[in-house]
């Protein structure tokens, strides 16, 4: 089980969602400028109110993705030739042409689901030779095409709506032959000046067909693919194991896009306040209340055996909230890994207030080389602070190792305890935030910085700022 599931169960979706995007349409795509800011509005502020009310439950964790970070993946252009063969009123034409393709994609409001709509623009000029009978007829024309396609994220999966294109059409003509006497090519020359804005018009409406179709199939094959991983990796497990959120909405205003959930079952405690709204609206911000770790924790680890080794490699994960403790997982090459049953109620007490981190482990026994050992109870605190324009997570006190019913360690646990100890001597007693280069279609393109980072009133805030290269 993944530790960082709770964190990250949007984003990841959000990153295998547009990590697939760069090849969605044929045309390449070329980020818009924008002027917006995006700072803190009283659209978010309304949202956030409102989708609380809605499943009269209270919010205990929200993401929230800039279009400006969200659309990066569809910054590209392609420029490819085409060939041209058509049949049109008798008329054979074939010819050569070279298109110019960009698209953006926009994040548009939506209520109860996210929205982005993919917009293809692209520009063919050509050269054809058309023929009919007698007459031969050669042309430069430009084509201009722009297709949208809308793409709808909900909590179940992501949908499209069918592509709508528009074309509209530029066209000279630049020789003509008509074989024949004088009135034959009277006749036909007459002939095709009344014939060309039909063909003309059959042409254009086949070509704005065959961009709808394109759009269609290309991005309806990876949407495909990346709602059937979403399926496979995230949202049938989690339901599968009583992990899925009671409230998981997804929903979208003009330049972002939030995901709201409610970690935790009707017996479970849930978030005792609102969302802060006083929280600057970066690029990427996470907002989780503790309710939400500890829900989630609950589900996850409650009585259940973990391998040390296994904790350790998932504590690597940035994401995962014991990346700030992975030093009490570090061993030398000779110790060998404990394992560790979790306690049956409160195995992970997470609190965020005054600006601190507080983590209480509670395990009901350890295993080592054979041996069983009596449970223990770690204690690890954190301030959280800016400096400059770092992020310092700093150890405020001690860690302590009690055992489970806050008296004295007795005999039999004197042993475990020097282990953990021994363990905890190398947690890193101050750690600087550092900036994430995203994979995938981000790579090479930019890098998060951490810009924003809170613990108040039972809620942490950690957000970053995509700066591109």
């Known amino acids: ?85 058509e049949m049109i009123n008798g008329v054979r034409t074939i010819g050569s042409g070279v298109m110019v393709a960009k698209s953006t994609g926009d994040v548009v409001s939506g209520f109860n689901r996210a929205v982005i709509s993919v917009n293809l623009d692209g520009v063919l000029n050509s050269n054809t030779v058309g023929k009919k009978s007698v007459v031969t007829a050669h042309s430069e024309t430009t084509t ?37 006497g004088k009135i034959v090519r009277h006749i036909a020359k007459q002939a095709a000046a009344e ?31 990346v709602n059937a991983n979403y399926q496979k990796k995230f949202r049938e497990p989690l339901m599968m194991q009583n992990q899925y959120p009671q409230v998981f909405n997804l929903s979208s205003t003009e330049d972002r896009l939030n995901a709201f959930f409610t970690f935790g079952n009707e017996q479970q405690p849930v978030a005792d306040s609102d969302i802060p709204l006083n929280v600057p609206q970066n690029d990427v911000l996470f907002q989780i209340h503790q309710s939400a770790v500890n829900n989630f924790t609950a589900t996850a680890f409650a009585g259940k055996i973990f391998d040390e080794e296994k904790i350790a490699e998932y504590a690597k994960d940035p994401g995962s909230p014991f990346y700030f403790f992975a030093g009490l997982l570090s061993r030398n090459a000779e110790e060998k890994p404990l394992i560790v049953k979790f306690a049956e109620e409160n195995p992970i007490d997470v609190s965020f207030s005054g600006n601190t981190i507080k983590a209480v482990i509670r395990a009901d026994a350890f295993a080592q080389d054979g041996k069983q050992h009596p449970g223990l ?25 009690g055992s489970r019913e806050g008296k004295r360690v007795g ?14 001597a190398k ?43």
């Open 195 to 225: 014939q060309r804005p039909v063909t003309e018009a059959i042409g254009r409406q086949r070509t704005r067909v065959r961009f709808e179709n394109r759009l269609d199939v290309q991005i309806g094959e990876r949407i495909a693919e």
């Open 427 to 469: 947690l890193e007693t101050r750690r600087v935030l550092q900036e994430l280069e995203p994979k995938g279609e981000w790579e090479g393109k930019g890098k998060l910085v951490p810009a924003f980072a809170d613990s108040q009133n039972g809620w942490f805030a950690l957000s970053y700022n995509w700066v591109e290269k």
């Open 377 to 401: 109870e770690v204690t690890l605190s954190y301030s959280v602070k800016k400096e400059g324009t770092k992020i310092i997570l700093e150890q405020t006190a001690a860690p302590v190792v």
């Open 411 to 424: 005999a039999s646990q004197t042993v475990i305890q020097t282990i953990v100890k021994r363990r905890l």
């Open 144 to 180: 201009h095409l722009h297709g949208v396609k809308n793409i709808y994220i909900t909590s179940e999966g992501i949908t499209t709506s069918r592509a709508a294109a528009t074309a509209s059409q530029n066209s000279n003509l630049t020789g003509m032959s008509i074989q024949g």
């Open 1 to 85: 089980m993944r530790f960082h599931r709770f964190v990250l169960i949007s984003v990841s979706f959000l990153v295998l969602f547009a990590a697939a995007i760069e090849n969605l349409s044929a045309a390449p795509r070329v980020f818009r400028n924008r002027t917006a800011s995006y700072n803190s509005s009283g659209n978010y502020a309304k949202q956030v109110a409102a989708q609380a009310a809605v499943k009269d439950a209270k919010i205990n964790a929200f993401v929230s993705v800039s279009e400006r970070f969200l659309t990066v993946p569809f910054m590209t252009e392609r420029t490819e030739d085409v060939d041209i063969s």
